[in-house]
């Protein structure tokens, strides 16, 4: 899976709140901190996700949920791959 369809993935599967390790297991990749830097974290510092406890990024019952932006995003991507 290439890491664009991978961000899709992520972006689909967080327009419900997801832990971390959910959202990893949809791309396939294991819940470890450095998958977690490399694929939710670009997303969070774009605007794309958010936390769902700002205040206590490291909280166990931490979620993660994507934005507006996101979903704008995500529409956009959508609606132009079915005007081909």
């Known amino acids: ?3 664009l369809q991978k ?4 972006l689909n599967n967080a327009k419900v ?3 971390r390790s959910t959202l990893l297991a949809a791309i396939e990749l294991k819940n470890h901190t450095d998958n977690a830097n490399r694929y939710i974290a670009p997303l969070i ?5 958010d936390l769902t406890i700002k205040d206590k990024p490291q909280s166990q019952n931490q979620r993660y949920i994507i934005t507006t932006k996101g979903l704008q995003l995500l529409n956009a991507i959508s ?4 005007s081909f």
């Open 7 to 10: 961000v899709l993935t992520l």
């Open 79 to 82: 609606s132009s791959s079915n």
């Open 17 to 19: 709140q997801q832990k």
């Open 45 to 49: 510092d774009a605007g794309l996700i």
């Open 1 to 3: 899976m290439e890491k």
